[in-house]
């Protein structure tokens, strides 16, 4: 295994906590990730094959995870699907291709972002910065604290970021928690793509905008909502989505 452990951070760094793990068999383009974010005052790690990725995601704990598609010993896409079943983080996925079934395809297996080669570090760093601006873990609830939002058999808690269906808890990755979270919070009212990717990612999106059309797909199946007569994801066809009653 090929891996680094950054334990000179920035002055702030142990402050905010954040973790960041880069995994590249591109030496030389892992280690300028790394050094963009290590400035940003993340502890940092660098893995070069998929295997090890896994193994250190584990121990390292991230809150987000830098992912080439392209990996020796297990490819990108088998390494998100096994990040997913035991982390929550935030997954920005590389890749030399730019197609859009490339995209959806990282995204179908979890991924958050998708970032094509050759890219802007400082963008890619951008882009994670806005990701990490929703909180990682629940807020202490105080007193006044609003109540969870029901939908039906739908139970939403946005400040505990949890999600249960007839008392049954649903594992949503962040990103889908998120797109659930800011239709809930507007029942009724019809959020554009653009609307939704820049308030899951608080600020302006630059991309393909039917990429959250991916996560909706994942939140609906999730939720046992049928894309045919959906009754809490509901597409307004030319605009985009608005929650629905659940009924």
Same mark, same amino acid.
Request: glycine share 8%; net charge negative; charged share 25%.
């Given at each position: 295994?090929?891996?680094?452990?950054?334990?000179?951070?920035?002055?702030?760094?142990?402050?905010?906590?954040?973790?960041?793990?880069?995994? $590249?068999?591109? /030496?030389?383009? &892992?280690?300028?990730?790394?050094?963009?974010?290590? #400035?940003?005052?993340? =502890?940092? *790690?660098? +893995?070069?094959?998929?295997?090890?990725?896994?193994?250190?995601?584990?121990?390292?704990?991230?809150?987000?995870?830098?992912?080439?598609?392209?990996?020796?010993?297990?490819?990108?896409?088998?390494?998100?699907?096994?990040?997913?079943?035991?982390?929550?983080?935030?997954?920005?996925?590389?890749?030399?291709?730019?197609?859009?079934?490339?995209?959806?395809?990282?995204?179908?297996?979890?991924?958050?972002?998708?970032?094509?080669?050759?890219?802007?570090?400082?963008?890619?760093?951008?882009?994670?910065?806005?990701?990490?601006?929703?909180?990682?873990?629940?807020? $202490?609830?105080? /007193?006044?604290? &609003?109540?969870?939002?029901?939908?039906?058999?739908? #139970?939403?808690?946005? =400040?505990? *970021?949890? +999600?249960?269906?007839?008392?049954?808890?649903?594992?949503?990755?962040?990103?889908?928690?998120?797109?659930?979270?800011?239709?809930?919070?507007?029942?009724?009212?019809?959020?554009?793509?653009?609307?939704?990717?820049?308030?899951?990612?608080?600020?302006?999106?630059?991309?393909?905008?039917?990429?959250?059309?991916?996560?909706?797909?994942?939140?609906?199946?999730?939720?046992?909502?049928?894309?045919?007569?959906?009754?809490?994801?509901?597409?307004?066809?030319?605009?985009?989505?608005?929650?629905?009653?659940?009924?």
């Amino acid at each position: 295994m090929k891996a680094m452990n950054n334990t000179s951070a920035p002055s702030g760094g142990a402050a905010r906590g954040y973790r960041a793990l880069v995994v $590249d068999d591109e /030496a030389a383009l &892992a280690e300028v990730v790394a050094s963009y974010l290590t #400035r940003e005052h993340f =502890a940092t *790690r660098i +893995v070069d094959n998929g295997p090890d990725a896994v193994t250190v995601a584990r121990d390292f704990d991230p809150d987000v995870v830098v992912l080439d598609l392209g990996l020796p010993g297990m490819d990108g896409l088998e390494v998100c699907r096994k990040l997913r079943t035991f982390s929550d983080a935030y997954v920005v996925m590389l890749t030399a291709r730019d197609t859009e079934m490339d995209t959806i395809v990282g995204l179908t297996v979890g991924a958050d972002d998708y970032v094509a080669k050759p890219f802007s570090p400082r963008e890619l760093v951008a882009r994670i910065r806005a990701m990490l601006r929703r909180p990682r873990a629940a807020p $202490d609830r105080g /007193a006044d604290e &609003a109540a969870p939002l029901c939908f039906g058999p739908l #139970r939403i808690d946005v =400040a505990a *970021r949890e +999600v249960s269906l007839q008392g049954e808890p649903i594992l949503l990755t962040r990103t889908e928690f998120d797109i659930l979270a800011a239709l809930s919070a507007r029942p009724g009212v019809v959020l554009s793509r653009r609307q939704l990717l820049e308030t899951v990612r608080e600020g302006p999106w630059v991309g393909n905008e039917h990429l959250v059309d991916v996560h909706v797909g994942h939140v609906r199946r999730k939720l046992g909502d049928d894309p045919g007569a959906p009754r809490y994801v509901i597409t307004v066809r030319g605009v985009g989505y608005r929650m629905g009653s659940g009924q």
